[in-house]
């Protein structure tokens, strides 16, 4: 094994584990995953089959993954957030045929004790804020917080709230990069 998993983690046949990966106390990963190298699974993790993490995912703890969602590299999933992956669930109507598809694309951040309903793909360096329930796609490296979720502003890929000047131009105050605001699209330059 090149990754390292708590003796009270269960890890179920046919994973995929990429090297340096973490699974701690009491986490379940589900059969048919695949989870990239260096992630960080913690306490109370529950992987659903065939979800897909990325490489260097941070997962926080007491989070459930569904079936149906993609997290992409360099994705942070903050304590106890969770995503869902049937719109209507009913306990005595079996919807397996139907979870919808969630991508949190690369370098994104979702808060603590957020939700995201199935379905809405969460953009590249996005941040959600804790306890946002994210409703509808969030563009890349925008800020959304609320219930609903609403866009309150931009971050940039280090995690600061991005001001544009006249121009349409923002600097990060910790990386120094650049980025430009076109048609409420944000961009690095």
Same mark, same amino acid.
């Given at each position: 094994?090149?990754?390292?998993?708590?003796?009270?983690?269960?890890?179920?046949?046919?994973? !995929?584990?990429?090297?340096?990966?973490?699974?701690?106390?009491?986490?379940?990963?589900?059969? !048919?995953?695949?989870?990239?190298?260096?992630?960080?699974?913690?306490?109370?993790?529950?992987?659903?089959?065939?979800?897909?993490?990325?490489?260097?995912?941070?997962?926080?703890? !007491?989070?459930?993954?569904?079936?149906? $969602?993609?997290?992409?590299?360099? $994705? =942070?999933?903050?304590?106890?957030?969770?995503?869902?992956?049937?719109?209507?669930?009913?306990?005595? $109507?079996?919807?397996?045929?139907?979870?919808?598809?969630?991508?949190?694309?690369?370098?994104?951040?979702?808060?603590?004790?957020?939700?995201? $309903?199935?379905?809405?793909?969460?953009?590249?360096?996005?941040?959600?804020?804790?306890?946002?329930?994210?409703?509808?796609?969030?563009?890349?490296?925008?800020?959304?917080?609320? !219930?609903?979720?609403?866009?309150?502003?931009?971050?940039?890929? =280090?995690?600061?709230?991005?001001?544009?000047?006249?121009?349409?131009?923002?600097?990060?105050?910790?990386?120094?990069?650049?980025?430009?605001?076109?048609?409420?699209?944000?961009?690095?330059?």
């Amino acid at each position: 094994m090149d990754y390292f998993a708590h003796e009270t983690a269960i890890v179920d046949d046919g994973c !995929n584990i990429g090297k340096g990966t973490k699974i701690w106390h009491f986490s379940h990963i589900m059969s !048919n995953c695949t989870l990239g190298e260096n992630c960080n699974i913690g306490q109370n993790v529950v992987v659903s089959p065939e979800v897909i993490l990325g490489k260097n995912v941070k997962v926080q703890n !007491n989070v459930s993954i569904y079936s149906g $969602v993609i997290c992409e590299d360099d $994705v =942070f999933l903050g304590p106890s957030m969770v995503f869902t992956n049937v719109i209507n669930p009913r306990s005595a $109507v079996n919807r397996r045929g139907e979870y919808s598809k969630t991508t949190v694309k690369r370098g994104a951040s979702i808060g603590a004790n957020a939700t995201i $309903v199935c379905g809405h793909d969460i953009g590249e360096f996005a941040f959600i804020g804790a306890g946002a329930v994210v409703t509808k796609h969030v563009p890349a490296y925008a800020l959304v917080v609320g !219930n609903p979720a609403r866009q309150m502003g931009w971050m940039s890929e =280090f995690g600061h709230r991005l001001e544009f000047d006249a121009d349409g131009v923002a600097i990060c105050k910790e990386s120094g990069e650049k980025y430009k605001l076109t048609n409420q699209t944000v961009h690095k330059i």
